[in-house]
Each structure stands twice: as C-alpha cells, then as structure tokens.
C-alpha cells in the first residue's frame, strides 16, 4: 500500500498573544466587593492567567481548570445596582462588554471570576485569546519541566508591588 507508512506531526504549545502578555485593562467585580481595575495577562507560555490590582494582592488562575469564557448575553451580569453604575461607562451596552470566566477543578465544582470591559471588542478579543489558550492538550499532559514553569509563574504572579515574593511563617 502506498503511502501506508507512520505519520508523524508536532504538535506545538500555541504561544500566548501580545495583548495578554502586556495586559489587558478590564474592571473586575463579584458580589460581594465594589468594582476595581486590574491587568489580566499571562505568562510568556501562556499557563497562568494573573490579575495585578493597585492596591490589592495579585492573584492568579491556572488555565488548565479553566473550562469556559463567557461573553455578552451568557455571561454573568451584576446583580447589584450599584456593581452595574460602576460597569456602565463603556463604548458599547453593558450586557456586550461582561466577560465571565469559569474555572474548576472537576464539573460540577464551578466558580466564575467576572469582568467588564470597555468596549465589546476588547471582551471579545480578551475571549477568543484565552479559550485559544485553554484548549490546549498540553498544559495538563507534558514533561516535569513544563510544570516547573507553571509553578515558577504562579509564584511571579504573587509577588506584590514591590517584586517580593510573601512568605509567611
């Protein structure tokens, strides 16, 4: 048979886009705090997702656990009156610019981190660049060196203003 033989492709780590590498400026609430403004980007490798407020610890989301990006209409929308007057001032409706991400570590276990933009092409582009990053076979299923990366920039990403990392006794 002709042509029968092994076929073999790389497959590649899709590298992260330049906006999440530099940031991208959205507003981010939940129900229980006040709307704040904070960076969202990733690392070089795109397997963090960290969120650096100005004057609020950073945090971070290992985008293996994230199952979902949610925008416009299927996205979460603030239930408070105050949280929605705070999201308003934008370019385009509010129900456009929400971005909600879902994350978890099994199905039924979901939580959201919820996001306004400032217009509704900043959500999408922000969407289209993580859900090409969590579809990625990769970030659960590659070598040790891989995961030493990840936890090397889970551990950037706590860092505070000053570049220290916390460590508490």
């Known amino acids: ?3 029968a033989g092994p076929q073999t492709s790389k497959l590649s780590i899709p590298k992260p886009s330049v906006s999440l590498l530099e940031g991208v400026s959205l507003k981010r609430w939940d129900e229980e705090s006040a709307p704040y403004d904070c960076v969202v980007k990733t690392d070089e490798l795109g397997l963090v997702l960290g969120f650096v407020a100005e004057g609020k610890d950073s945090s971070y989301l290992d985008l293996s656990f994230v199952s979902d990006v949610r925008i416009g209409p299927f996205a979460k929308a603030p239930k408070d009156a105050r949280t929605r007057e705070a999201l308003l001032p934008g370019d385009d409706s509010l129900d456009d610019r929400l971005v909600s991400v879902a994350y978890g570590s099994n199905m039924f276990d979901i ?32 070598n040790v060196m891989l995961f030493v990366r990840k936890a090397h920039a889970k551990l950037m990403f706590s860092a505070d203003s000053s570049g220290r990392i916390p460590v508490k006794l």
């Open 1 to 3: 048979m002709a042509g």
């Open 111 to 142: 939580s959201f981190i919820n996001f306004g933009a400032s217009s509704a092409q900043v959500a999408k582009e922000f969407a289209a660049d993580v859900m090409s990053l969590m579809r990625n076979v990769f970030l659960s299923n590659d």
